[in-house]
């Protein structure tokens, strides 16, 4: 077959060029290398470069640019992403009116161009550039007009901001339907936000307290066109289609910024979207407004100034240990102190912190991350979660040695901590004296403040807790616009504070169950979780309906680890009668 690459070769003979010699001997170079003839031509030195692109021009009938003599638009940059220009070898050099002038060094390659005509929805014209030249052109653009990544926070957020204007004015729909996707998931305070294809439909639902809700989405023809907007906000290769990808972006709606993680999964009915909304250092407050009670908020903003120990947080996955970890972290974040941290991933941004990402890839692990860590002289260490024998050990021995070390740890409560450091090699006598204490946590719905109603709760529910209608001022949300007639809006977490009291430390030692150290604990004054729960529920800001819900989960988890043939846990003397139905939050 006759090649594009056969036709300037001929041209250049034709027209006296290159020799008959001299194209064999590029022949031949080429067979030997991944170059083209015409290429080995120039790399030969035999024929030069421009002159070879000038001959490809004609032969391809289409102009040829030298992009040197034109004041080309280093904004166009916006119009396609870095990596897309690269693999189609590509740059859009002008815009005028509808039509776009793309520069490529191979004009005649009929898919990218169709591809290049769908991205940037305007009608394209090919010219061709000169292959140097134009890898020259496209590196400068790029790095001239480097993404927010370099630029400063407020540079970057202004931009963003402008962009963002300029495409929710835009006329394309696809454009429009992302910005409104993303729009809305902010509007409802949407943890992700999922786009997910059948053979159908297109799925949009968000995941708002912990919930997924389904919205109606858009037609599944506007698909692909979603998946390749999505991309070229986060920057990824758009010819990919077969591989799961992840990338980042920020988007900004009523003047506030927010950072997003993108992934993508090739399903067998096409690529399947889940955005991360993270949440930003500004909406991280105090403890008080977390929902600490009073007491424990003092006691918290009292233990987190302790020069060195270990503070751990526990619970399961979206119980908000990170967010409580967080809070002590800004907290705690004044120029006077070292704060480094080692997360999987960095969820917030904090300024000043140092804050470094687990990347098993790289063999950095958090055991290894912690160690090198260490050698930067920190004053407070954040270890995003301690799983396993080795970060143990060494986060245990930093709090020992002049660090306070803050992590959390996969336990159901507070009491379970002990028995779990133990089990991954922490000897006792460490854990009392390091462990300065342990906060349990669960988040329950929050009542819609706007349509919070007065309501007397069922009585089987009220007896369960040993509740007459009077003790608290009971209300339910009724649903209204704000809540998304939901009736709840946002969440409120039930705190228990576990401290190392002389009984506490005594069972420590004595390797005691969890079971034990929890009744010590008590005896020492702690109050458990659902007991802060039923207080928040007495005061109006969640329901008993929601308090049983977290606390016949738990009870369950409780059961299902108690050894066979043992009785479960006493919860506490209000605990369940007969467990509530089992309904786990999706
Ligand atoms: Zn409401």
């Known amino acids: 077959m006759v090649g594009h690459d056969d036709f300037v070769l001929a041209a250049l003979i034709e027209e006296g060029i290159a ?9 031949k170079h080429a067979a030997q290398s991944d170059r083209s003839p015409s290429e080995a031509l120039s790399d030969l030195k035999l024929v030069d470069a421009r002159t070879i692109a000038l001959v490809r021009a004609q032969v391809a009938e289409y102009p040829f640019v030298d992009p040197a003599q034109f004041d080309v638009n280093f904004n166009n940059t916006k119009l396609l992403p870095r990596a897309t220009a690269e693999s189609l070898h590509a740059f859009p050099l002008f815009v005028v009116g509808d039509i776009a002038t793309i520069g490529m060094s191979n004009p005649l390659d009929l898919k990218a161009v169709d591809l290049l005509r769908s991205l940037l929805k305007i009608d394209v014209e090919p010219v061709l550039v000169e292959n140097g030249p134009l890898q020259t052109l496209t ?14 926070a407020q540079r970057a957020a202004e931009q963003a901001a402008a962009s963002d204007e300029a495409l929710t004015t835009g006329k394309e729909p696809v454009v429009a339907a992302v910005n409104q996707i993303m729009a809305q998931g902010i509007d409802l305070g949407a943890s992700d936000i999922h786009i997910g294809p059948d053979e159908r439909d297109l799925h949009l639902r968000y995941r708002v307290d912990g919930s997924l809700q389904v919205f109606k989405g858009p037609a599944i023809d506007m698909h692909s066109g ?19 990808q992840v990338g980042k972006f920020r988007f900004v709606h009523n003047g506030r910024t927010v950072d997003d993680r993108l992934s993508l999964i090739p399903t067998d009915c096409g690529e399947n979207v889940v955005i991360r909304l993270l949440a930003s250092a500004a909406g991280i407050r105090g403890f008080a407004e977390l929902g600490f009670p009073p007491e424990h908020t003092a006691y ?31 907290r705690l974040n004044t120029p006077d102190r070292n704060i480094m941290t080692i997360e999987d991933p960095v969820e917030i941004r904090m300024p000043l912190m140092r804050q470094v990402q687990v990347n098993t890839e790289i063999g950095m692990t958090f055991a290894g991350a912690l160690r090198s860590i260490l050698r930067q002289d920190p004053d407070v260490v954040f270890v995003g979660e301690i799983r396993d024998e080795e970060t143990a050990r060494i986060s245990v021995q930093a709090a020992l040695t002049g660090h306070l070390v803050l992590s959390s740890l996969h336990t159901n409560d507070a009491a379970g901590a002990i028995p779990r450091l133990r089990d991954l090699g922490v000897p006792p006598f460490a854990t ?21 109603q007065p309501h007397t709760p069922e009585k089987i529910l009220l007896d ?13 949300g009724a649903g209204c616009a704000r809540c998304a007639n939901q009736g709840s809006r946002g969440r409120v977490g039930m705190y228990e504070v576990l401290r190392l009291t002389p009984g506490v430390r005594r069972l420590v030692e004595k390797l005691a169950p969890a079971v034990d ?9 702690m109050k458990e979780m659902w007991n802060d729960g039923l207080q928040k529920a007495r005061l109006g800001l969640t329901t008993l309906e929601e308090v049983s819900r977290v606390v016949a989960i738990q009870a369950t988890e409780d059961a299902q680890q108690a050894a066979p043939g043992a009785p479960a846990a006493p919860a506490a003397p209000a605990a369940p009668a007969a467990p509530a139905p089992l309904k786990v939050a999706a």
């Open 517 to 525: 150290i929890r009744r010590a604990a008590i005896e020492d004054g």
């Open 432 to 452: 009392n004296a390091a462990l300065l204490c342990v906060l349990a946590q669960r988040l329950v719905k929050r009542v819609c403040p706007d349509c919070a």
């Open 464 to 476: 369960k807790f040993n509740l007459r209608p009077e003790d608290g001022r009971f209300v339910r």
């Open 300 to 330: 918290f903003e009292d233990v987190i100034e302790s020069p060195y120990g270990m503070i751990l947080v526990t619970g399961p996955t979206g119980s908000g240990k990170t967010t409580t970890l967080y809070t002590a972290l800004k």
């Open 19 to 27: 020799s008959k010699e001299a194209i064999d001997q590029a022949r």
């Open 226 to 244: 979603l998946v390749q907007r999505l991309k070229v906000m986060a920057d990824l290769d758009l010819t990919q289609t077969r591989r799961p």
């Open 139 to 152: 590196g400068r653009a790029y790095a001239l007009t480097a993404g927010p990544r370099q630029d400063n």
